[in-house]
């Protein structure tokens, strides 16, 4: 098992592999990380993955890790979005540079997960990238308006200003409902998509996640095995064992198809 630190199109990352696998074109696999987190706090999945024959690539997300500017908690809550944004811009900066590494070709199959932040960064990659072949979401969630304006709501109640007018904050929605799977489901077509999710998560709320699956499920009728959902009845926002194991086992099986 190799892990290189590297630096593509000045976006550090790790990149994990097997050393025989090093320069083939095999399955690659975008882990993107949560809020305030770093790439290295994902490599025990970078580790379940590339045993299995996969590249993974764990890039530092804008603003974190090495990216920092240190700024606090609350200067990068409200700079959440643009964090999203940005990291669904380097996936596609990303896959660019595999291309170029040509450890891509038209038939080398390529997933996204992430858990929390990364979790909501793959479901929006989901909405605008239909390069992307398999996902699994972790804590995520699909409905950028809708969580967008739940944060504004909560930041206001906490007394805290935003600091944007009512015309910065109406093109901010605009924006976001670009990326917003809830307002054009069918983007999905048919992928295999993995969520997992506590129930007591209250950081990202459970239900509205589990209400865009039900929602959709009846879209995967055929191969119900495809659109997957796991809740942890007792678990909050961390993803337990059994669920990392779930998430890089279906994250597996749909990439050595």
Same mark, same amino acid.
């Given at each position: ?35 305030? %987190?770093?790439?290295?706090?994902? #490599?025990?999945? *970078? ?10 690539? +764990? $890039? ?80 995520? %969630?699909?409905?950028?308006?809708? #969580?967008?304006? *739940? ?10 200003? +935003? $600091? ?86 279906? #994250? ?6």
């Amino acid at each position: 098992m190799i892990v290189d630190h590297e630096k593509w199109s000045n976006i550090p990352l790790l990149h994990v592999y097997k050393e025989e696998d090093k320069n083939k074109q095999v399955p690659v696999v975008f882990f993107l990380h949560g809020f305030t %987190s770093a790439k290295e706090h994902n #490599l025990h999945y *970078a580790y379940q993955l590339a045993e299995r024959g996969m590249r993974v690539l +764990l $890039p530092d997300a804008h603003l974190h890790g090495e990216r920092h500017e240190s700024l606090d908690e609350i200067q990068l809550s409200l700079r959440f979005w643009e964090i999203v944004l940005t990291s669904i811009e380097d996936v596609k900066t990303l896959r660019s540079e595999c291309i170029n590494r040509q450890l891509l070709s038209d038939d080398t199959k390529i997933a996204l997960a992430g858990t929390s932040m990364g979790g909501i960064e793959t479901l929006g990659c989901l909405k605008v990238y239909p390069w992307v072949d398999v996902a699994a979401v972790m804590m995520g %969630s699909p409905g950028y308006v809708q #969580l967008a304006k *739940a944060q504004m709501a909560q930041y206001e109640a906490r007394g805290f200003k +935003l $600091p944007v007018t009512e015309i910065e904050r109406k093109q901010i929605l605009e924006t976001l409902s670009n990326f917003d799977l809830t307002k054009n489901p069918e983007a999905l077509n048919g992928r295999p998509v993995f969520f997992w999710h506590g129930q007591q998560d209250t950081v990202v709320p459970y239900e509205p996640t589990y209400n865009f699956y039900n929602a959709i499920k009846k879209s995967y009728a055929e191969h119900p095995e495809r659109f997957q959902f796991k809740s942890d009845q007792l678990a909050g926002h961390a993803v337990s064992r059994k669920g990392l194991l779930e998430a890089t086992d279906f #994250l597996a099986e749909y990439l050595s198809v």
